[in-house]
């Protein structure tokens, strides 16, 4: 991933959504008015020490009373940016999470899943936090300055030099020390998105990884990665507490030169002493903004290295979207089996109601063909005819409505099986849902825990509970991959019947031949790059 600018990235941030753009607005306005109490308050601070060194019985209720303002301006201010600033990142936050599950679904994924979880939680997590913290701060350091040097340079020109000067060096060393951690933060993201990658998938073979005696391998590896992520975040601790401590310094001596100068004038008579407080009091405030800026870019490291992770995935050219509504009924389909050699591609009608068996072995691309007709991965298949037309021009969300889906190896989410089955469908009555577990003799109860990924149930029970989820949906077109899988004969022949009951299209993937209306066979490809399926279509 390669390094950007703050700007850049920000901007790109703008693109992906508008309320980046007008949180930066808020930021700006707060911000100045914020400085601007911040030099009013100064201001009434020094006036009303000048009348009391000059006289203790001096009015000094009108200046009390332009702090007291001041402070409240500030006060209000400082919320009200805040306010915003929150407000404006949480619904970007929503709205990226969305739209990447939303991509990853559509359009596909290309790195592993457990990287895409992380990105789409952690991730993005990280990025509100930048926005709701770290881009204000940076509006701040912009804004803030600008006016506070204004003043000065107004008031005391001598004072505004200084302090300019000082104000000038920041941004070399800001800059050396912002790349160094730039570039180690994003070390860091990208070992927690390998380290979440390569967890997950030692947890899931870890019954294959214990069987051939390598668990013990898989766990050092895994602690290796752990430790070298702690040495990253380390380093790049170091380089937060060392960009802190230029800072300080260069603020520090910056006051204390301008102090000096100060007294030295004071001491000539050449300076009125309530100007000499009210720039004195005002002069480190250029700083206060800078500093913020700093320890919330390193406290948005995650955010600054997820944000253009994210963005590089949603920026990625998608096809164009279909407009054209999907059918209300069950629709006529055809689909092209690729060619094989010297044989021609052919077009396989599948009239409405049929039953369809894609038969071949693993790899011959049975959920290929399966996914392409429920609109699933990188884009639609051009390939698939939806009553004449192509699929890619017809809506996506109104087709896959309309289609239900059973993978390999489904997922049931929810935390009894009533969640799983209903899977937000309300609407859905518990009658219905025993009458159809008991279609495929699957006994149970509605409110029985299902536990994480519906571990409590067999992979069988899960397939089947799976199908009633599908089969209750009453779908036009209903694809099944394998849906007999870790069934034994009795029940395969339960859910053929159950299957053969329904007048919906029914395309079902399978190692075993199924009677079907039409028949599409794909075997394995040759060893010749060129070929890629043999198909052989029977109707």
């Not at 619904?91 to 596909?108: K, M, N, S």
């Not at 089955?421 to 409110?447: C, F, H, Q, Y």
């Not at 899988?485 to 009951?501: F, G, I, S």
Request: net charge positive.
């Amino acid at each position: 991933m390669a390094s950007e600018r703050p700007s850049a990235l920000l901007a790109r941030l703008g693109r992906a959504s508008p309320l980046v753009r007008a949180a930066l607005v808020v930021a700006g306005i707060t911000s100045a008015v914020t400085t601007a109490a911040i030099v009013a308050q100064a201001i009434a601070i020094a006036s009303v020490l000048g009348h009391l060194f000059r006289s203790s019985h001096a009015d000094v209720a009108p200046g009390l009373a332009a702090l007291g303002v001041a402070t409240v301006v500030r006060v209000v201010s400082l919320v009200v940016g805040d306010v915003a600033a929150a407000r404006s990142a949480a619904p970007v936050r929503r709205d990226l999470r969305a739209r990447l599950v939303t991509r990853a679904v559509r359009h596909g994924y290309t790195g592993p899943a457990d990287s895409l979880t992380q990105l789409a939680t952690r991730g993005v997590d990280a990025v509100e936090l930048y926005l709701s913290r770290y881009v204000p701060a940076l509006v701040t350091s912009v804004v803030a300055p600008a006016v506070a040097l204004t003043w000065l340079v107004v008031t005391d020109p001598l004072s505004g030099v200084i302090v300019g000067l000082s104000v000038g060096l920041l941004p070399i060393f800001m800059v050396l020390l912002g790349l160094e951690a730039k570039g180690r933060m994003e070390q860091r993201w990208r070992e927690q998105q390998y380290l979440a990658g390569y967890v997950g998938d030692v947890v899931r073979g870890m019954a294959v990884l214990k069987a051939h005696g390598r668990s013990g391998d898989a766990v050092a590896r895994v602690d290796e990665v752990g430790q070298s992520l702690r040495r990253s975040t380390m380093a790049t601790l170091r380089v937060a507490f060392l960009s802190g401590f230029a800072l300080e310094l260069l603020s520090s001596l910056a006051t204390a030169l301008v102090a000096l100068v100060l007294g030295l004038r004071l001491m000539n008579g050449t300076l009125a002493l309530s100007t000499a407080l009210a720039v004195l009091l005002v002069t480190p405030e250029v700083f206060v903004p800078l500093r913020r800026a700093a320890a919330n870019f390193h406290g948005s490291a995650n955010g600054v290295a997820a944000a253009g992770e994210l963005l590089d995935t949603l920026e990625v050219p998608v096809p164009r979207e279909g407009t054209i509504p999907a059918p209300d009924v069950v629709p006529t389909l055809s689909v092209v089996v690729p060619a094989q050699g010297g044989e021609p591609a052919q077009r396989v009608t599948i009239p409405p109601g049929a039953r369809v068996a894609v038969v071949g072995p693993s790899g011959a691309g049975k959920t290929t063909l399966l996914r392409s007709l429920c609109a699933l991965g990188p884009s639609p298949a051009d390939h698939v005819l939806v009553d004449g037309l192509d699929l890619g021009r017809i809506d996506r969300d109104e087709w896959q409505r309309r289609v239900a889906w059973l993978a390999q190896d489904p997922h049931l989410s929810g935390a009894t099986v009533r969640d799983a089955v209903r899977a937000g469908a309300t609407d859905v009555a518990d009658r219905a849902i025993v009458a159809a577990m008991a279609e495929l003799d699957l006994s149970l109860d509605l409110d029985r825990p299902l536990g994480e990924g519906a571990g409590e149930l067999s992979a069988g029970e899960r397939r089947r509970l799976a199908l009633v989820r599908c089969l209750l949906r009453e779908p036009l077109v209903l694809v099944l991959d394998e849906p007999t899988a870790h069934l034994d004969p009795a029940t395969r022949r339960l859910v053929d019947a159950a299957l053969a009951r329904r007048t919906m299209t029914r395309v079902v993937a399978s190692h075993r031949e199924i009677d079907a209306d039409v028949t599409i066979r794909l075997a394995l490809p040759e060893r010749d790059p060129s070929s890629r399926q043999s198909a052989v279509a029977r109707v």
